[in-house]
């Protein structure tokens, strides 16, 4: 039983950390939190219910380019002019949009969980989320440490405003880190459907919740720590919720899992706010 909830929390693991990847590219270079950013798993389960079957497996890419376009199109039309008024505004509307989001969904799709057709199966899922998660980290470090626009990228999460005067078109870097965000948002919710196949409007909201947990206590703007973070948080939550009755002798229920959780990350701001893996970062004033 230990093997089975240890690959488990292994997989689940991968999922969230797959998830705090794109939470943390955005915080790294634009110091924002995007609580949106888990509902975009929602969207990209809709996606699959209503077009899997019409297109087949070729969906699952449109879904990603979809959701990549999608993530670009609300920086561009909703933080960006919000940025330049004050960077605190930004966190309100992040909020706004996911509220905004779910709501939404429940309008138009019903608050009914909606059974799909996975888009892999569940060997693959076993097999290949952790692989898959290595494989987006580090096409997007190489990117960011050996390519022209990665630099550029990292210069403006270094100094935005020293690297306008440079040259780098600080705007379009922001939407290609919300692109690429939006992007690995979809793969996460091709594995997460594929895992737990039904989607419902509140669908993001959990993962998303956790998987920036996961981010922080890997160290928030840390590639790296985002899956460390989502690893330990998968792997815990699991055994958690396997063991938890047993150990209590059935006063606890596996629902209390999630309050250790977020305990642990309470305990982590208040001790190690930067994180496993992060690094501490000046503010200009």
């Known amino acids: 039983m230990l093997i089975e909830q240890l690959t488990h929390g292994f ?27 888990g509902d975009l798993l929602m969207v990209g389960g809709f996606m699959l219910f209503y077009g899997s079957a ?47 989001l779910q709501n939404a969904a429940v309008l138009l799709f019903s608050a009914d969980p909606k059974p799909l057709v996975p888009p892999f199966s569940e060997s693959f899922v076993s097999h290949f989320s952790f692989p898959l ?7 997007l470090l190489f990117g960011l440490y050996h390519t022209r626009v990665g630099i550029a990228i990292r210069a403006v999460a270094t100094d935005s405003d020293a690297a306008a005067l440079s040259g780098v078109r600080v705007g379009k870097m922001f939407s290609l880190v919300f692109f690429l965000s939006g992007m690995t948002a979809a793969l996460s919710a091709l594995l997460y459907t594929s895992k737990y196949p039904a989607v419902y409007p509140f669908l993001g909201a959990m993962p998303g919740l956790k998987a920036y947990t996961a981010s ?9 720590g985002a899956i460390l973070g989502g690893l330990l948080l998968g792997i815990l939550e699991t055994l958690l919720k396997g063991y938890i009755e047993i150990l209590s002798h059935g006063q606890l229920t596996a629902a209390f ?26 503010e200009k004033v």
């Open 11 to 37: 997989v689940l693991g991968s999922i969230y950390a797959l998830i705090a990847v794109g939470y943390s590219l955005i915080y790294g270079v634009m110091r924002m939190v995007n609580f949106a950013h």
């Open 216 to 224: 922080v206590i890997g160290g928030i703007g840390s590639l790296p």
């Open 133 to 139: 998660c290595l494989l987006v980290t580090a096409l």
């Open 54 to 100: 019409p297109f087949g497996s070729l969906y699952g890419l449109l879904t990603i380019l979809f959701l990549g376009l999608f993530s670009m199109l609300t920086e561009r039309l909703i933080y960006r002019p919000l940025r330049r008024l004050s960077e605190s505004y930004t966190v309100v509307a992040a909020i706004c949009l996911s509220l905004f």
């Open 257 to 282: 899992a999630d309050g250790v959780i977020y305990a642990l990350l309470l305990l982590m701001l208040l001790f190690r706010p930067r994180g496993l893996l992060g690094k501490e970062h000046k």
